[in-house]
């Protein structure tokens, strides 16, 4: 049974991913819907931060600014600089500037938990992220490829409450009634966790790369491989090297390498698709290549 139970999360995101490709049809009236989806994922998470969980993420402001700059500065230009050198065609370029300037994916602190990090730090970088995108995703925009584009500030804003200010107020509710909760695991969690993820890949990737050839776009593919595991595994080698000298906590280190290294592709696939399917293709490729990572943290856990 345990092992039907760690197989299932790997399992329904791996489906999910296949799906999205095969049966595009689905995306189209579940984009609006499908934020949603997530809340249950982030009261799992958040409902077992610990106080020692809570104060090593909050005494090391220094750790959060260094994530922001990352985020959106050292990803962007890094990638923005890759699609020059590749000669990428403008629209291509825009797409993959557009993608890495993405803030931190919203299931930040559901990952994070996953692979043993602080779900504190990384829901503190996951809602500053997201809420500085109006700001600095069309100010960025300008400066590296001349092109201005509209962020749905409304939107953003409502997400990041629906996201994690009413996550937080179930999770306090739920461990005010049953502090045990902090501990073990809800009924079923795992279960459910796997299904909502299934149809949240599925709609996501469905939505933003439904209908197009993978295979026709290598350059792009690779360069999204590039971004999402370079970053991430590049700096969680980097980071642990760190932790081991006693410069930062390992918990630390794994959500700062996700968070900068995981970007929310739904979001930029959403301003992208205001301009053309081919814009959205990277951001699109995103969620398509951190899949088979989310395969891995649900079967690796905490030896990531």
């Given at each position: 049974?345990?092992?039907?139970e760690a197989l299932a999360?790997?399992?329904?995101?791996f489906?999910?991913?296949?799906l999205?490709l095969a049966v595009?049809?689905?995306?189209?009236?579940t984009?609006?819907?499908?934020?949603?989806l997530?809340v249950?994922?982030m009261?799992?998470s958040?409902v077992?931060?610990?106080?020692g969980?809570?104060?090593?993420?909050?005494r090391?402001?220094?750790?959060?600014?260094?994530g922001l700059?990352?985020?959106y500065?050292?990803v962007?230009l890094?990638m923005?600089?890759?699609?020059?050198?590749a000669?990428?065609a403008?629209e291509?370029l825009?797409?993959?500037?557009?993608?890495a300037?993405g803030?931190?994916?919203?299931l930040?602190?559901?990952?994070?938990?996953m692979?043993?990090g602080?779900?504190?730090?990384?829901a503190?970088l996951?809602?500053?992220?997201?809420l500085l995108s109006?700001?600095l995703?069309?100010?960025?925009?300008?400066l590296l490829v001349g092109?201005t584009?509209?962020?749905?500030v409304?939107t953003?804003?409502i997400?990041a409450g629906?996201?994690?200010g009413l996550?937080?107020?179930i999770?306090?509710?739920l461990?005010?009634a049953s502090p045990a909760?902090?501990?073990?695991p809800?009924?079923?969690?795992r279960?459910?966790?796997?299904?909502?993820?299934?149809?949240?890949?599925w709609?996501v990737i469905?939505?933003?790369?439904g209908?197009?050839?993978?295979?026709?776009?290598?350059?792009?593919?690779?360069?999204a491989i590039?971004q999402e595991y370079a970053?991430?595994?590049g700096?969680?080698?980097a980071?642990?090297?760190?932790a081991?000298r006693g410069?930062i906590?390992?918990?630390?280190?794994?959500?700062l390498?996700l968070?900068i290294?995981v970007?929310?592709g739904?979001?930029?696939?959403?301003i992208?698709?205001?301009?053309s399917?081919?814009?959205?293709?990277s951001?699109?490729?995103l969620?398509?290549?951190?899949?088979?990572?989310?395969?891995?943290?649900?079967i690796?856990?905490?030896?990531?």
């Open positions: 049974m345990r092992r039907l999360f790997p399992v329904a995101t489906m999910g991913m296949v999205g595009p049809a689905f995306g189209s009236w984009r609006q819907y499908i934020v949603w997530l249950p994922l009261v799992f958040l077992k931060i610990s106080p969980e809570l104060r090593d993420g909050l090391r402001p220094d750790l959060f600014l260094a700059l990352a985020i500065l050292v962007p890094t923005w600089g890759a699609g020059l050198a000669g990428l403008p291509m825009f797409g993959v500037t557009l993608a300037l803030p931190t994916i919203v930040a602190p559901f990952f994070t938990g692979i043993g602080n779900r504190v730090l990384a503190m996951s809602v500053a992220s997201t109006p700001l995703i069309p100010g960025m925009l300008v092109r584009v509209t962020v749905p409304a953003i804003a997400n629906a996201l994690v996550p937080v107020v999770a306090l509710v461990r005010k909760l902090r501990d073990a809800f009924p079923g969690e279960y459910a966790s796997s299904v909502i993820f299934f149809f949240f890949m709609g469905a939505s933003s790369l209908g197009v050839p993978i295979l026709s776009a290598g350059m792009l593919l690779a360069l590039t970053f991430f595994f700096l969680r080698y980071l642990g090297r760190m081991a410069a906590s390992l918990p630390n280190a794994r959500a390498a968070c290294g970007k929310n739904a979001l930029t696939a959403g992208a698709l205001t301009f399917p081919a814009v959205a293709i951001s699109g490729l969620t398509l290549v951190s899949a088979p990572m989310f395969v891995l943290f649900g690796f856990g905490e030896r990531m």
